[in-house]
């Protein structure tokens, strides 16, 4: 398949990035793209979402485009967060542009092959906001497809989408497929594939892209898809060995859309493991303070009166306002809130969805919305079974005397002065993180 790039497309006269997103979107290549170049998956992915989806891109492209990604989330599931906000882009192959039902099954049944339907189960299995972001009431025709193995997947696909029992989708399968053997569908869908998607795994001598990353921001092994140009820090952050970790185990928890409870002491950085990720990747992130007598109300929203006499205006929440708009929301302190705060989280966290009496109605989350909460106690807390959690601990005393030498490269030859000559207080470096905010005289 060749890519021609074509004055909208964003890949420029890139040859090296054209060729690579070529032969992703080619089925007979991409297997050996994803096996040599897993470091550069991510930016990769971004750039062949944006050629798919360019002004005027051929809807066949989009047909690869889907079948890669569901691929990909088998393959790697943190590669899930890196696709939700492109797929809500794509409209399912199921929601064609004509306006007759009949036509409409025509053409699903004539162009939609079993492998695209696959594709969109595996991708609902993995990424479930595809359950709000796409319209499936059209994929009901498809259970009288002409194709069996057709009717097949779009059970499996039901299944998903309301949490059928197995005795259900049997019922189901007697009705829709009567008469025909099933049995190696179910072999090739849960178990045959599995093989196939553990073979990208084996172990290959690995290639790098030579263009800089526009896309994703990285450390080590963890990549984070950026919204926005890195947003420049006024303090300096200085990456010893603690910093480094702690900002990886976060970051792979966003990776995988993993709410995230940091614990620890005031002062150690919690904060500034969230706020650092954020700038990094261009990110605004909201944040709020709770305590026991915070309200409820005031997370979600609440009316509130007007100038005239009996109006109200609904004001939404912090809460609603970062899970309808995909954004970061810190909250800190969550072992001191109240048990309603915390009964208004477990839903949003278990399964995605904000419920919201005042609308009458839920809320599942955008894509790119993502929760961190910090707590200072390590024990005797119930609120560990929201996120996972991560212990945040102070800064060993060589990693901050590292921080000191490379921030302040003029105290280096002040080892042997008087404190008071060159010193900087401890409490001016919040601990893991390695932030110097302040020199004492």
């Not at 969109?120 to 069996?148: D, G, K, N, V």
Request: glycine share 8%; proline share 4%.
């Amino acid at each position: 398949m060749e890519v021609d790039p074509g004055p909208s497309s964003g890949l420029g006269d890139q040859s090296e990035l054209l060729s690579l997103v070529s032969q992703l979107l080619d089925d007979t290549t991409s297997h050996t793209i994803i096996q040599t170049y897993r470091a550069d998956l991510p930016e990769l992915l971004h750039h062949t979402a944006q050629f798919v989806l360019r002004p005027g891109g051929q809807q066949h492209e989009v047909d690869r485009f889907l079948v890669l990604c569901g691929k990909l989330v088998r393959f790697n599931r943190n590669l899930v967060q890196h696709l939700e906000t492109w797929l809500g882009q794509v409209t399912p192959p199921w929601a064609g542009g004509e306006t007759e039902p009949s036509m409409k099954r025509c053409r699903l049944e004539t162009s939609l092959d079993t492998e695209l339907m696959a594709s969109c189960y595996w991708l609902l299995s993995h990424c479930s906001r595809l359950q709000s972001i796409w319209s499936w009431a059209e994929i009901f025709p498809l259970l009288t497809s002409s194709e069996m193995e057709m009717r097949f997947i779009v059970i499996e696909i039901l299944r998903l989408l309301f949490t059928l029992s197995e005795t259900r989708v049997g019922q189901l399968r007697s009705q829709f497929l009567a008469g025909v053997s099933w049995s190696a569908w179910v072999l090739k869908y849960h178990i045959k594939d599995m093989v196939t998607i553990s073979m990208l795994a084996q172990d290959t001598t690995q290639q790098h892209m030579e263009q800089e990353k526009t896309k994703v921001v990285t450390l080590e092994h963890v990549s984070l898809a950026k919204v926005g140009p890195s947003i420049t820090n006024t303090q300096t952050l200085v990456e010893v060995n603690s910093t480094k970790e702690n900002l990886m185990a976060v970051g792979s928890a966003v990776s995988v859309g993993q709410p995230v409870l940091l614990v620890g002491e005031v002062g150690v950085g919690k904060t500034s493991l969230v706020m650092e990720w954020g700038a990094r990747t261009g990110r605004e992130v909201l944040s709020l303070q709770v305590s026991d007598n915070t309200d409820a109300r005031l997370l979600v929203g609440l009316y509130r009166c007007t100038d005239l006499p009996g109006q109200f205006v609904w004001e939404e929440g912090l809460l609603t306002r970062a899970v309808r708009g995909g954004a970061w929301l810190l909250i800190e302190d969550i072992d001191r809130a109240p048990q309603e705060v915390v009964a208004i989280l477990t839903p949003l966290v278990q399964e995605g969805i904000l419920t919201v009496p005042s609308l009458g109605g839920q809320i599942r989350a955008a894509p790119g919305f993502q929760l961190f909460l910090t707590q200072r106690e390590q024990v005797g807390s119930v609120r560990e079974e929201l996120a996972r959690t991560m212990i945040i601990t102070s800064l060993r005393q060589e990693e901050i005397k590292t921080m000191i030498r490379t921030m302040f490269t003029k105290l280096e030859g002040h080892h042997n002065q008087q404190p008071h000559q060159a010193a900087v207080g401890r409490d001016s470096l919040p601990g893991c993180c390695g932030y110097i905010l302040q020199v004492h005289p």
